[in-house]
């Protein structure tokens, strides 16, 4: 098996067929004729006082600002190995060009830092990655990071 992609303190272990690797972003699906569906990874200082629910809540307040018409299901505490704490989302909406888009984000809390991971893909290409997502959510870590690298 190759080594894991390290982006920032995220470690991304198992990378699918027809995936490829976004550079400091994350993963995309690849191929002809299919939609681009990604795991986005991010990271950053949870901000002084605040919980991981109240971050959580503030995300929902800003998808609720700038997606149109957002259905959201959760939060909803999730197990992830290795994190002091993790939260999960799901979210669908109508994209410009009328499609239904569908995500999974999964907050994890460790040491401090915020780590989230977008799952996105457009409703009618759920079954086809649905393995693909199974597989590199199960290969993520969190919190993992080279402490001799800059965050």
Do not use: H
């Not at 460790?110 to 893909?121: D, M, R």
């Amino acid at each position: 098996m190759p080594p894991a992609i390290q982006i920032g303190s995220w470690s991304i272990a198992a990378v699918p067929a027809e995936w490829e690797v976004v550079p400091d972003c994350g993963l995309r699906r690849t191929g002809a004729n299919v939609f681009p569906s990604t795991v986005i990874v991010t990271e950053e200082v949870l901000p002084g006082g605040m919980t991981l629910e109240r971050y959580v809540t503030n995300s929902i307040e800003i998808m609720r600002r700038l997606l149109p018409e957002p259905s959201i299901k959760g939060p909803d505490g999730f197990s992830f190995p290795d994190v002091d704490q993790a939260q999960r989302l799901e979210i669908a909406y109508q994209s410009k060009d009328e499609r239904s888009v569908v995500q999974r984000q999964i907050y994890a809390l460790a040491a401090g830092q915020v780590g989230i991971v977008t799952f996105t893909t457009v409703a009618e290409d759920v079954s086809n990655v649905s393995g693909a997502f199974r597989t590199i959510g199960g290969s993520l870590r969190f919190g993992q990071a080279d402490s001799a690298k800059p965050r």
